[in-house]
């Protein structure tokens, strides 16, 4: 079945640092991409998805670029900021197995010290 | 963005008694809310999925006796914790797909509750 793997957290990095939290998946067909974040004590908020091949997403300083070829969906940031420690989830939706729920890979604890 | 909201928030229950969440989208309609539970430390594992109108589809291994979902209008979604036991209490997030876009594959999540089962 569909499943997506991270990287092991947790992550700590100085303000200002570069991020790569790495994301691989395993789908049938072609599915949507995503990375949800969530922070201490809240829900899960969408940062930003990618629904075919090549696409980019970005939001927030954030990018990942949905690469086929490596089925992979890798999250980047140029810069932290304190506040962007979190949890950060990739996920994929794919229309043609298991009824388009998302799968979410096991999350990913980014911490950024001052 | 759409919002979803939860209530309650927490909740500190006695084993053997039942509590209620409910899960509401605020500003869009949603014929599909799916409800996940979430460990320490780990990923969110689906529940089951709530339909407006007929039964939940509930994943392999969840208790459909335990854990009632209704999902009696386009905006609400419940899920009952029957006589909760400690080995019940987590995080339990609910999410909607906002219906109204001509296509979306986007979820939108509660904040999440945080059930403790003493």
């Known amino acids: 079945g569909d499943s997506v793997t991270q990287m092991e957290g947790p992550v700590t990095l100085s303000e200002e640092a570069f991020l790569t939290i790495n994301c691989t998946y395993t789908a049938t067909g072609y599915p949507s991409l995503f990375w949800y974040v969530q922070y201490p004590g809240e829900g899960l908020q969408l940062l930003l998805k990618a629904t075919k091949a090549d696409d980019k997403g970005s939001n927030k300083g954030f990018e990942a670029t949905y690469r086929k070829e490596t089925t992979s969906f890798h999250l980047e940031k140029g810069s932290v900021q304190v506040s962007d420690s979190a949890v950060y989830f990739c996920?994929?939706?794919?229309?043609?197995?298991?009824?388009?729920?998302?799968?979410f890979g096991q999350g990913t604890e980014l911490s950024v010290k001052p | 963005g759409a919002v979803v909201s939860q209530h309650p928030s927490r909740v500190i229950c006695k084993s053997g008694t039942s509590v209620k969440i409910e899960c509401r989208s605020l500003d869009f309609q949603a014929t599909t809310m799916f409800w996940y539970r979430q460990f320490p430390k780990k990923s969110l594992m689906l529940m089951a999925t709530?339909?407006?109108?007929?039964?939940?589809?509930?994943e392999q291994g969840v208790e459909k006796d335990k854990f009632l979902i209704n999902h009696a209008s386009l905006t609400l979604s419940t899920l009952t914790v029957t006589s909760a036991h400690p080995e019940d209490s987590s995080f339990y997030i609910c999410s909607a797909r906002d219906e109204g876009l001509a296509f979306t594959d986007t979820q939108y999540f509660g904040p999440g509750t945080r059930l403790t089962v003493l």
């Open positions: 709530s339909n407006e109108g007929s039964k939940a589809t509930y």
């Open positions: 996920a994929l939706r794919s229309l043609y197995n298991q009824g388009g729920k998302l799968i």
